[in-house]
């Protein structure tokens, strides 16, 4: 072989081994090279690792925002790689839960996945960040089974998620409603709470004067509503409002899907009103007179106002001990096929249809 053969054979070769790592792993500008490998197993010995796929991971910006300051990366990581990131494999590619969530096309959902604060990232791609106050306990295990994404803790002391207001998260944007879905941990049932009656506002949109709607939890010391569960909606002034509910025995430490649907509408809609499903299964809703909103005593007449949307309180009055994941808002309502079929996925289940 001569001189100049020589020479081709390794260009060839170099442009080669650069090809194969072009398509294994593409990387930003100042990203760290990964170190080697560890130990494989012999020849012929069988392992029992789940082998990864390529998949492309949002990197998170300097301020840990999430938002892509950096770009991304894309990349085949070993299995035997222990220098591999978490979020890497958790957040890469999306799980069977996350994909039947996004294929309903919801205006905003928080996984609550993050490894930590102070913000949360939004995974419809609309950008509404959360922001965390007080100590939210993040990397909590999560609510969807045989999913490593995890969920955040609320401890009860002034700690919740805020995303600032945005015509998106009211009812009568959209003119085809509104859907507000939420797996819930309740970490304990025995709670003091707003009124004598003690309860806890764990999610909702509204403050003095700019109510919207919002999810509320009652204390096992309840007299008449122990443990209850409510979505309710109101007037901008506030006062009594219409809602669904369910009540039943709970297990602290348990989690619980629930789905709230607030019908397109207002008082002038005939038989519009507000919905309730506990893990998949349709509770409460129209006609029932207290879910109307043409109900004598309420008239709801929703407007979209000034206030921010808050995960673990609505307006800083009482706050939620226990865990929270995977919440979603739909600028529709959704069918109880829809709902059934998002619990199904949370828990493994196949269903016919998302």
Known sequence: MTAIQTKRKGFMAALWLAGLAA???VTVPGAAPAPAEDARPAQGQA??????TCRTALLSGPDGSGEPSYGYT???PSPYDSH???DLFTQGAASSYEKAVLEKKPIAYWRLGESKGPEVLDHTGNKHKGTCHGTPIFREKGAIHGDADTAVRLDGKKSFIEISNHKDFSQPTSGKGLSVEVWLRPDVLDFEGETDDPYVFWLGKGEPK???W????????????PNRISAYIFNPIGG?????YFQDKLTAGEWIHVVACFDPGDADTRGAGVHIYKNGVHRSGPPSPGTLYNNPQWKIKPVHGTAPLRLGTRDRKSFLVGGLDEVAIY????????????FDAGRGKRTGSN
């Open 210 to 212: 700019q109510q919207e």
């Open 84 to 86: 591999v990131p978490f």
């Open 47 to 52: 392992s029992d690792r789940k082998q990864p």
């Open 214 to 225: 919002a999810l509320r939890f009652y204390s096992a010391k309840s007299k008449d509503r």
């Open 74 to 76: 894309k990349s085949c």
């Open 23 to 25: 398509c294994c792993a």
């Open 331 to 342: 600028p529709r309502v959704l069918t109880a096929r829809e709902i059934l079929a998002n």
């Open 240 to 244: 009594l409002g219409a809602g669904a």
